[in-house]
């Protein structure tokens, strides 16, 4: 096992009658960086402050390098907590808020010194280590924030939406720092994030939670490519979710009154729908061999940049977003009132599971 490896076995937080955590099992792997991502309330930071210690389990087992440490304190753990508003001492300089708990531990002075340095120099803070928190933008603070967690060398590194309070280009720039940092020092980092561009960008593995519940474990691109219910695929966005019934032969999907073939490899147990990627759809003006034979009618239509989004409708209501290329919009432009047909290959279609409880 390679260290600094969480397990949670069948952890369930309660409060009072409410359960922020319903039973969840999950491995983290040591030296990976693993994103929680879900939406605001779905158990993301509760479970992440029950792995620091910060919050009790109120069932299950927490075990780090396979040890029980469920009922230790955090300072027992091996594991660090950076605290959404960073938490530095107002009082204390960048150097003297890194080098703190060294303190209390009462290593010396100059091992303090060396060590802090060597940390704010890792996080290309060193040139500000006599500057005060209020001398300091928020990017920068956090960078202290983060040199102060990692001072005692813990296993596992705990970051709840630390790039949150950051404005988009800092939150990027400081991505791409966090990754830097994680892969120089090979320790496992856990970080919660509501964004799925964040957790993408970051994770070797993604946690999907949703209502106390993990809906799917998985790298960026599997969570990306094959989403495995209707939430997942929602919250990630870029995914038409088609839901309907499996027709007697369990050939198609029947939905309202047409029937979308799906492959015979997809598992007809707990199928709820397909989902369908947004970028994976083709449009024509006019009816095309593998087209459905009915127009779709735009109703919208925005510029991304590097795509255009078209949605529309069919007479039944049945919608339907597309990503277009820039380059094939601009090639022939659709607009809102226009009638397309659309096709697919049937490999795009991806089954979605009904999530048992
Ligand atoms: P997230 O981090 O995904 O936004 P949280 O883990 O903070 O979600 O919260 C999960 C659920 O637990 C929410 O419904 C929240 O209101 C509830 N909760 C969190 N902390 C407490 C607490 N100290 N007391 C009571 N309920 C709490």
């Known amino acids: 096992m390679k ?3 969480v397990e949670l076995i069948s952890v369930v ?28 309330g779905c158990g993301k930071s509760t479970t992440l402050r029950m792995i620091a210690g910060h919050e009790t389990a109120t069932e299950g087992d927490i075990l780090l390098n396979n ?9 027992q753990r091996g594991t660090a907590l950076m605290f959404q508003n960073y938490a530095l001492f107002p009082h204390l300089n960048s150097l003297d808020n890194v080098t703190f708990s060294l303190k209390i531990a009462g290593v010396s002075a100059g ?21 005060f928190p ?59 994030t509501h964004s799925q561009e964040e957790a993408f960008a970051l994770a070797d593995q993604v946690v999907v939670m949703n209502q106390g519940f993990i809906e799917q474990v998985d790298s960026p691109q599997g969570i990306f490519r094959t989403p495995r219910t209707a939430f997942v695929a929602q919250f990630i ?27 015979d490899t997809f ?7 397909i989902s369908l990627r947004c970028d994976q759809i083709s449009i024509s003006t006019a009816p095309t061999a593998t087209s459905l034979p009915d127009p779709l009618t735009i109703d919208f239509v925005e510029y991304q940049g590097s795509y255009v989004h078209v949605r529309g409708a ?5 919608a339907l977003s597309v990503y277009q290329s820039d380059h094939d919009w601009l090639d022939k432009p659709v607009k809102e009132g226009d009638a397309v047909y659309v096709t697919w290959c049937i490999d795009a279609l991806n089954p979605l599971a009904s999530i048992a409880p």
Do not use: W
């Open 3 to 5: 260290k600094g490896t």
């Open 314 to 318: 069919f007479q039944d209501g049945l």
């Open 237 to 263: 966005g870029g995914h038409n979710i088609i839901e309907g019934d499996l027709a007697p032969d369990q050939k198609a999907l029947v939905v309202k009154d047409r029937a979308f073939p799906i492959p």
């Open 67 to 75: 040890r029980n440490v469920t009922d230790l304190p955090p300072r």
């Open 267 to 273: 598992s007809q147990e707990n199928l709820s729908g």
């Open 13 to 40: 937080k309660r409060y009072g009658d409410s359960e922020a955590v319903k039973k969840i099992n999950l491995k983290i792997d040591g030296g990976s960086y693993c994103c929680l991502l879900g939406p605001s």
């Open 111 to 131: 091992e303090r010194k060396a060590r802090a340095l060597d940390m704010l120099k890792l996080v290309n803070m060193d040139q500000f280590a006599e500057a």
């Open 134 to 192: 209020d001398q300091l933008s928020g990017g920068q603070q956090q960078r202290v924030a983060l040199a102060r967690a990692l001072i005692n060398q813990p296993e596992v590194i705990l970051l709840d939406e630390p790039l949150s309070a950051l404005d988009p280009f800092l939150r990027t720039k400081m991505r791409t720092e966090l990754k830097r940092i994680q892969q120089q020092l090979g320790i496992t980092f856990i970080h919660v």
